[in-house]
């Protein structure tokens, strides 16, 4: 069945850049989405990608795709403490019924 | 607006007792579903709704049950309890066509002793 790999653990100093991978086996995915768990809560949507673009870019988020090898990215540009936090990745054709990654936990340090 | 609301927040189940998980939200969307998320797995569908009267089974909906009544609520029945059902369980809903988006609740931890 379809798949969503991520690394489990990613550490960073602050004011670095973070960069949050992620891979996935269903080609028909047509969404790929990030979302940000803070501790003790609920998901919350960071962004999208449709699948026919390459990159997208927002405020100190960039996606990138790289739908021949599956490939989807995350980099938070000058990390801060408050980015601490689980992060998925997560895929659809079209629809509400998501394939989630695993989630990366990531620790800022300061 | 309240946004997707969870009760309880914590609950602690004996082996075979039964007890409904209550999911809620306020913004009149269609799709409602609940997720199970385990260490190392991510989140896991296991029942679905895509209007009131409509439910569905996701990945893992073994030993749950779900109805769907109103719109506006989503419970979760956990049948008998085991303890490979203790879990942190979200509920989410949808209500724009793309980008799909979901709203997730603030979740409940279940322990099953």
């Known amino acids: 069945g379809e798949d969503v790999e991520q690394s489990l653990f990613l550490s960073v100093r602050e004011g670095d850049s973070s960069v949050i991978n992620c891979t996935y086996t269903?080609?028909?995915?047509?969404?790929l989405y990030w979302y940000k768990q803070e501790p003790g809560a609920g998901l919350q949507l960071l962004t999208y990608i449709f699948s026919n673009m390459d990159m997208k870019q927002d405020q100190r988020l960039t996606v990138l795709l790289n739908k021949k090898d599956k490939h989807l990215s995350l980099r938070i540009a000058d990390t801060q403490t408050g980015d601490s936090a689980i992060y998925f990745c997560a895929g659809t054709s079209g629809t509400y019924k998501y394939i989630f990654g695993t989630g990366t936990r990531l620790k800022v340090l300061a | 607006n309240a946004g997707v609301t969870q009760t309880p927040k914590f609950q602690v189940l004996k082996t075979g007792q039964s007890m409904t998980l209550q999911c809620a939200q306020d913004?009149?969307?269609?799709?409602m579903s609940w997720y199970r998320q385990d260490p190392g797995m991510g989140l896991r569908l296991i029942h679905y709704?895509?209007?009131?009267?409509?439910?569905d089974q996701g990945e893992v909906p073994n030993g749950y049950n779900v109805s769907r009544s109103t719109t506006e609520d989503f419970p979760l029945r956990l049948l008998s309890a085991a303890p490979s059902q203790t879990s942190v369980y979200f509920c989410?809903?949808?209500?724009?066509?793309?980008?799909?988006?979901?709203?997730f609740g603030p979740g409940t931890r279940l322990t099953v002793t």
């Open positions: 269903d080609s028909s995915s047509t969404y």
């Open positions: 913004m009149n969307h269609e799709y």
């Open positions: 709704s895509v209007g009131a009267g409509i439910t």
């Open positions: 989410a809903s949808g209500g724009d066509l793309s980008p799909y988006e979901q709203y």
